[in-house]
């Protein structure tokens, strides 16, 4: 029921600073916590950020203090900030939703982010 289309990855100098855009065809008010993992080559799928209805973040350590997960439910859009960008950003970037009451996963198609040295 849920689609996710994120937008916004792109190559930049380490340094530089993306923001991805996730946006839900749905009121993301119906989601229980909204997600962006990160899968580099040759790596397993990470969680980086996450945020719940209240508005609540949490983040991977290694990203914290450089990246900022927000909402704006009028747009049913989630975003990452990404600042202080480092080449071992370098991954696709999913976005991950998961619905209230039946706790059903819907994934995006992902965004290429890459960071150069």
């Known amino acids: 029921q849920v689609q996710l289309v994120e937008s916004g990855g792109g190559f930049v100098q380490a340094g530089g600073s993306l923001r991805l855009s996730c946006v839900a065809s749905g009121s993301i008010r119906r989601l229980h916590v909204i997600g962006w993992y990160r899968q580099a080559p040759g790596k397993q799928r990470e969680l980086v950020a996450s945020?719940?209805?209240?508005?609540?973040?949490n983040y991977k350590d290694s990203v914290k203090g450089r990246f900022t997960m927000s909402r704006d439910n009028a747009k049913n859009t989630a975003y990452l900030q990404m600042n202080s960008l480092k080449p071992e950003d370098t991954a696709v970037y999913y976005c991950n939703a998961v619905t209230l009451v039946t706790m059903r996963d819907y994934w995006g198609q992902g965004t290429q982010v890459t960071v150069s040295s």
């Open positions: 945020i719940s209805r209240d508005g609540s973040t």
